[in-house]
Every structure is written in structure tokens, then in C-alpha cells.
């Protein structure tokens, strides 16, 4: 995507927070989005009678792959969804352990 867009950053949580549910989706779990953004999480993710909570963020990662974001320490969630700029996305428990996508 070469173009550049000037999007405010609630604009950028949304699409980000869609990015999500798409790549979950094709993994096979159920996706539920929250309609207010007061929610206590982003998304709800089901598969195999499991139920998790999913937090989306934006972040950057560096040439080194290491990955930046912002701490979400006062949300409720299971997992952290970190969609960075190249629209790679990272999944990482709340001990900050990156898991793969079929393993949420």
C-alpha cells in the first residue's frame, strides 16, 4: 500500500481492529467485535468451546523484528493483537510470550 492516507488514529484502531477479525476468521474461529469503544475489549474470539479476549493494538517493528507497542496493562484481555505498519500481525499472551496465530 504506497498511498498515503491522513486517518485519525480511532480510524486506524478500527481497520486495524477489522484486520484482526479477517485474519482470525480464516484461521476458523468465530469473531464478535465490540459496537463501543468503552468496551472492556476489542474482540471475542471462539473455536473448540474456547473463549478468549482479544486487545488490538498498532505497533512497529524494528529491522531487528523485534516489535514496539503501547502497554495495555489496565484492559481485559487474553491476548494482544499488535497490527504493525507492513499489516503483519503478532499475537502475544499478557506475560508478553509472541504465540503463533493457530495457537490462541
Same mark, same amino acid.
Given at each position: ?5 491522513? =486517518?485519525?488514529? +480511532? @480510524?486506524? #484502531? ?12 480464516? &484461521? ?24 478468549? =479476549?482479544?486487545? +488490538? @493494538?498498532? #505497533? ?12 495495555? &496493562? ?17 499475537y502475544f ?12
Amino acid at each position: 500500500m504506497g498511498e498515503r492516507y491522513d =486517518l485519525s488514529s +480511532v @480510524t486506524v #484502531g478500527a481497520l486495524n481492529e477489522l484486520r484482526v477479525a479477517v485474519d482470525l476468521m480464516t &484461521r476458523g474461529y468465530a469473531v464478535f467485535r465490540a459496537l463501543s469503544a468503552a468496551c472492556e475489549t476489542d474482540l471475542v474470539i471462539f473455536k473448540n468451546k474456547e473463549v478468549k =479476549l482479544i486487545e +488490538v @493494538t498498532t #505497533g512497529y517493528k524494528f529491522p531487528n523484528d523485534k516489535i514496539m507497542h503501547p502497554k495495555k &496493562r489496565d484492559r481485559t484481555f487474553d491476548v494482544l493483537a499488535v497490527v504493525t505498519k507492513s499489516n503483519g500481525i503478532h499475537y502475544f499472551l499478557k506475560d508478553g510470550t509472541e504465540v503463533p496465530p493457530g495457537s490462541l
